[in-house]
Nanobody, 124 residues
């Protein structure tokens, strides 16, 4: 069992920055591939970014490439999402997720554990 808790969301103006954190507890954190997803009102949950066990491989959805950066600190059992040059269309609830298989996936159902989410609102 892995327990995930996100933090760092908030209200920011377009062009601004936020850093989301996801603290993990429970089973060995560094054995999980980690991902960030987001869900806007009335829309399905979508993949944002993922990082492999040791942090050497990352993947992003096209709309965030060059603006958002995923990273992890295995010693601190934390994964981060640095969000720069934010746009109003980035507004959503952001979720952290853990996947026991170290294979890249954008499908929410392939992730085993989820946090409760943190709201990010970008004003124009």
């Amino acid at each position: 069992q892995v327990h995930l808790v996100e933090s760092g969301g908030g209200l920011v103006q377009a062009g601004g920055s936020l850093r989301l954190s996801c603290a993990a507890s429970g089973r060995t954190f560094n054995s999980y591939r980690m991902g960030w997803f987001r869900q806007a009102p009335g829309k399905e949950r979508e993949f944002v970014a993922a990082i492999n066990w040791i942090g050497g491989s990352t993947n992003y959805t096209n709309s965030v490439k060059g603006r958002l950066t995923i990273s992890r600190d295995n010693a601190g059992s934390t994964v981060y999402l640095q969000m720069n040059t934010l746009k109003p269309e980035d507004t959503a609830v952001y979720y952290c997720a853990a996947r026991s298989l170290n294979i890249f996936s954008t499908t929410p159902t392939s992730y085993n554990y989820w946090g409760q989410g943190t709201q990010v609102t970008v004003s124009s």
